[in-house]
Each structure stands twice: as structure tokens, then as C-alpha cells.
């Protein structure tokens, strides 16, 4: 039977008024609970729809905001910005961008799972989505450890020394030059002590604008060039506006990933959320493919400005 | 009891009085938008597969110089962002099933990402802005100058007195005995 045939019969029946409840059977037709304000099944999931998708409208006008103020001030200081972006590395922002796109994929199976009435299908894509996006939580926690090192977060922010970092970690390289470093993970001695193993002294050529005081994570900039000290402000309004987008898209998938937690409790209790009708979990998956939508603008935004 | 009128009467949804529903409708339900239809398994592996390539088109952009055979270096960013819309409209068509649904949902969904033209619409007005954007521009031949270049900040005086205005007309003596509006 294609799913189109099972969603009209369920229309049928539960216009027939039809009071048997078979919501167990396996393969068999899904009775939703009709409500009354309801003429038809067809009706009811459509409002379903236009209510998550009210919902939905109102995260874009969420991150809308935010991804204004980055087209702001990326027209306003794109030579900042082409600069400031080599600190985010790009092939842990594309793994993150694979594991989202196949976290969607993996969605909308056990969506599709959950219409034919499969249950132990449905857990399992379920179970699928849930480990990618903790993959995508893993790697967006090494990022903002390796910037927390270099010092690039607000409270603390000293883009010379960030950039002297870079530097020392890239063998004075910069830039597409610099291959084969990037991600690295700061060892033991570098995290506890602040120093970096190669470090570039003021009287080195590559130095830029290297304070005289020790790289910690509370130093304050002191003594630097004008124009440096407003170049490291206009940086920091980059870093300010990577943290706000991805720490607001990571609270997202967080939600997200406890949404499909409780679907897998549901269903597993066979609850009639999941078993009566497949519209939760559908809607659920509508705020999952929309938190990967935010993530498809984000990558390139923020990644690849070249 | 619920709905007997809907199945006697029928609805726009449900024509004709049959509460059979006519053979489970197997290929008989218009496609006008007034019913939810699903999309295939197929249909989701190939929008995946299709995700992926533009990622790799997305990714591989930014070590491609667009702007060696088109005179503007915004090409590259332009050229971007379509493939990254065209990424959303995929998930939006297929995973998230608009194109399978109804009207309505559809204008839902088309809604927010017209309110987002019309937020970008809005500030517009900052490309006409000549005063830098609280820190020191960038370089000096940025859109925030105006079209006389880098104007230097003078405090404002206001202009001298030209004879003939209201400010050296002369006053006209106090009369005796008249109070002044200070006392």
C-alpha cells in the first residue's frame, strides 16, 4: 500500500467516525485522533503544519536578525573579516556540514519510518540522528576550546597575540599557504602554561605587534599602534558575531537532540504521540531540517570568505 | 457522530456523500494543493546526493578564484550564496515536504524568507551612510565616505552675521517704564 492509499484511508476512517482502534497494527492503516474542530484528518495535519511552520517563522526572525548584523559589518569591514576567518578551520566546518546534511537525511527516514508504522526503524534513524549531531556537538567543542586558547572570545579578546599564535603555529605562514596544521588541538603544556612552543619574540620579523607582557588568557592589550588597537576591535566584532550565531545554533541542535530523545522514550513506550499518528514526529523534523538550513548559511558565511 | 454532515454533504475535501472514500482514493486525489502528499524513499536519497554535491561545489568554490574571469570580486560570494539557497530550497522542498503539502503551508513557509527581503530591503539605508560604523573605516576610498572623500571633523560654527538679517537688526530702544519679561 503507498502512503498515499494509507493516508486516505486514515482520512476515510476517521471521518467514518470509526471507533476501533487498531493503532498497533503493523502495516495497517494509522487512526489518528480526530479532533472536533476538525472536518477531516487531511485538516487537522495541515494545521499541525501551518503551526509548527508559525514556529518556524519566527527562528528565522530569530537568526534573521543575527545574520544581518554579520552582512553589516562584513560590507562595512571586509579586509577584517577575510583575515579574522583564518582562525576557523575548515575541514572540521565542512565534517560538521556532512554530519548535519546526513542528520537530515537520517530525519526524514525515520519520519518516513514512523508513517509505514515501523517502530524499531523509526528508533534507529532516530538513534542515527541523535549520534550525528552529538558528533557536530563534539567538534564545535574542540573549535571553541582551540579559540579559548588563542584568546579569541569576549572578555579577553587580543587579536595581535591571537594572530601571533597563528603564526607560531604555522610556521610563519599565513593564509592559503598554510596547509596541514589546521585543526590542531593545543597540548597539555601549551593549555597550562600559555606559552606556545615556538615563540616569536618582538625582535623576530614576523612578530605583529607582540606585547611585551606574558600570552595569558586575561592579558590586556597594552602599549600597541592605534591602528592595531582598532584593528583588533574590528576583529573582535567578527569573533562576537561567530560566537552569537554558532553558540545559538548549538543551543538549537541541543534542543534538538532532547526533542528526538523523548520521540525514542515515545516510541518505545508505545505511545500514541508515535503510534496513533505520524504528525510529531514530522513536526519534530521540520525543526530539525530548519536547524540545518541555519547551519547551510552559516558554513559559508562564516567559513569560506575568501 | 462526528462529521455526518461532512461525509452526507460533502466537503471540499471529501466530495460526495460515500464514507468508503471511494477505494482509498489510489490515485484519484487531486493535485491542487488541498491534500498532503508524501514523497518516495528514492526521492530523499537523491536530494541527499544532490546536498552533498552542492557541498562539494561550495567547499571547492573557495579555492576556485571566480574573480579571474569575471571582473568582480564579489563573485565568488554571490556565487556562493545562491548554491547555499539553492541547498535550502532542496531540504525545504523535499525533506521538509512543502511541495507535498498544502497551499497554505506553503505560503507559511514562503513567508518568513519574504520577510527576510524585506528586513535586508530595510537596511539598505546603511550603504547610504557616510560616517564610519564607530571605529575607523578600513580604507579611505570605502562606501562610508561621502562623495567629497574623508570630510575632517570640524566643530560647528555657526555662520557669520550678514548685513540685512534678522541678526544685526537693530534693536529697538526699551520703552520708559515698560517691564522686561526676565522680571
Known amino acids: ?306 | 457522530m462526528n462529521n455526518t454532515m461532512a461525509v452526507t454533504f460533502g466537503t471540499a475535501r471529501n466530495p460526495g456523500g460515500d464514507g468508503h472514500g471511494g477505494g482509498s482514493g489510489h490515485g484519484k486525489r487531486p493535485h491542487d494543493g488541498t491534500f498532503i502528499q508524501h514523497p518516495t524513499v528514492g526521492l530523499y536519497g537523491i536530494t541527499y546526493l544532490a546536498l552533498l554535491v552542492l557541498l562539494g561545489v561550495t567547499v571547492g568554490l573557495y579555492y576556485i578564484d571566480l574573480s579571474k574571469f569575471v571582473p568582480w570580486h564579489g563573485i565568488n560570494l554571490l556565487i556562493a550564496m545562491v548554491v547555499a539557497v539553492v541547498k535550502a530550497l532542496f531540504v525545504i522542498r523535499n525533506f521538509m515536504n512543502v511541495q507535498g503539502s498544502t497551499k497554505l503551508v506553503w505560503l507559511w513557509a514562503a513567508l518568513g524568507f519574504i520577510w527576510l527581503v524585506l528586513m535586508s530591503g530595510m537596511f539598505l539605508d546603511y550603504r547610504t551612510r557616510t560616517n564610519p560604523l564607530g571605529w575607523q573605516p578600513e580604507r579611505p576610498n570605502m562606501i562610508q565616505t561621502g562623495p567629497r572623500g574623508v570630510e575632517p571633523h570640524v566643530e560647528y560654527q555657526p555662520a557669520p552675521a550678514q548685513p540685512g538679517s534678522p541678526a544685526t537688526a537693530p534693536v529697538p530702544p526699551a520703552a520708559a517704564g515698560e517691564a522686561s519679561p526676565a522680571h
Open chain 1, 1 to 306: 500500500m503507498s502512503l498515499r492509499a494509507v493516508t486516505a484511508a486514515a482520512s476515510a476512517a476517521a471521518t467514518r467516525g470509526n471507533g476501533d482502534h487498531h493503532a498497533d497494527d503493523h502495516g495497517g492503516v494509522m487512526t489518528p485522533t480526530l479532533y472536533h474542530q476538525f472536518e477531516d484528518v487531511e485538516q487537522q495535519n495541515e494545521s499541525y503544519l501551518v503551526g509548527m511552520w508559525t514556529f518556524l517563522v519566527t527562528e528565522i526572525m530569530f537568526f534573521g536578525a543575527l545574520f544581518m548584523a554579520y552582512s553589516i559589518y562584513r560590507t562595512a569591514y571586509p579586509a577584517t573579516f577575510l583575515d579574522a576567518h583564518k582562525f576557523l578551520s575548515i575541514p572540521l566546518g565542512t565534517v560538521n556540514t556532512l554530519a548535519l546534511l546526513t542528520s537530515s537525511f537520517t530525519m526524514v527516514m525515520a519520519v518516513n519510518a514512523n508513517q509505514h508504522k515501523k517502530k524499531w526503524s523509526l528508533i534507529n534513524w532516530l538513534g542515527v540522528t541523535i549520534l550525528l549531531s552529538c558528533v557536530f556537538l563534539g567538534i564545535k567543542g574542540i573549535e571553541y576550546t582551540t579559540k579559548i586558547h588563542e584568546g579569541l572570545y569576549p572578555g579577553s579578546f587580543n587579536y595581535a597575540r591571537a594572530n601571533t599564535m597563528y603564526l607560531e603555529h604555522h610556521d610563519g605562514k599565513a593564509g592559503h599557504e598554510a596547509k596541514g596544521i589546521y585543526p590542531y588541538f593545543p597540548s597539555v603544556q601549551e593549555l597550562a602554561t600559555g606559552y606556545s612552543l615556538n615563540r616569536i619574540t618582538p625582535e623576530d620579523p614576523r612578530a605583529v605587534g607582540v606585547e611585551q607582557t606574558p600570552a595569558g588568557p586575561f592579558t590586556s592589550y597594552q602599549g600597541a599602534p592605534s591602528d592595531v588597537e582598532y584593528w583588533s576591535k574590528r576583529a573582535q566584532l567578527f569573533f562576537s558575531i561567530y560566537f552569537a550565531m554558532t553558540g545559538l545554533h548549538a543551543v538549537h541542535i541541543i534542543i534538538g537532540i532532547l526533542m528526538m530523545g523523548t520521540l525514542i522514550l515515545l516510541a518505545l513506550k508505545n505511545h500514541p504521540y508515535i503510534t496513533q499518528d505520524y504528525m510529531p514526529t514530522e513536526m519534530i523534523g521540520l525543526y530539525w531540517h530548519f536547524v540545518d538550513i541555519v547551519w547551510i548559511f552559516l558554513f559559508p558565511l562564516m567559513y569560506l570568505i575568501s
